[in-house]
Nanobody
Framework: QVQLVESGGGLVQAGGSLRLSCAAS????????SAWFRRAPGKEREFVAA????????FYADSVKGRFAISRDNAKNTIYLQLNSLKPEDTAVYYC???????????????????WGQGTQVTVSS
């Protein structure tokens, strides 16, 4: 079992930055496919970014490409999502997710991930 705990959300002005963290416990994160999703009010959960199990490949939604960056620190068993040039439409609850199934690496479907955090709120004011 893997437990995921997100942190780092908050209120920021448009154009600002935040870094979200997702700390894993229970298993070593280094061989897990991981991803970030978000859910805005009244909308479906959507894919944001993914990291392959090896950490060598990254995948992004078109809406965040060039502004967000996903990364992992194996020593800290933590994945990160750096959010830059934030826009009001980025306001959402952000969730990290992980899968022990390496063939799920890069998947944009939430069904590919068995483990989920509780979410952290990001609010971007205009």
């Amino acid at each position: 079992q893997v437990q995921l705990v997100e942190s780092g959300g908050g209120l920021v002005q448009a154009g600002g930055s935040l870094r979200l963290s997702c700390a894993a416990s229970g298993r070593t994160f280094s061989n897990y496919a991981s991803a970030w999703f978000r859910r805005a009010p009244g909308k479906e959960r959507e894919f944001v970014a993914a990291l392959s199990w090896s950490g060598g490949s990254t995948f992004y939604a078109d809406s965040v490409k060039g502004r967000f960056a996903i990364s992992r620190d194996n020593a800290k068993n933590t994945i990160y999502l750096q959010l830059n040039s934030l826009k009001p439409e980025d306001t959402a609850v952000y969730y990290c997710a992980a899968s022990a199934l390496t063939f799920n690496s890069g998947s944009r479907s939430p069904r590919a991930y068995e483990y989920w955090g509780q979410g952290t709120q990001v609010t971007v004011s205009s």
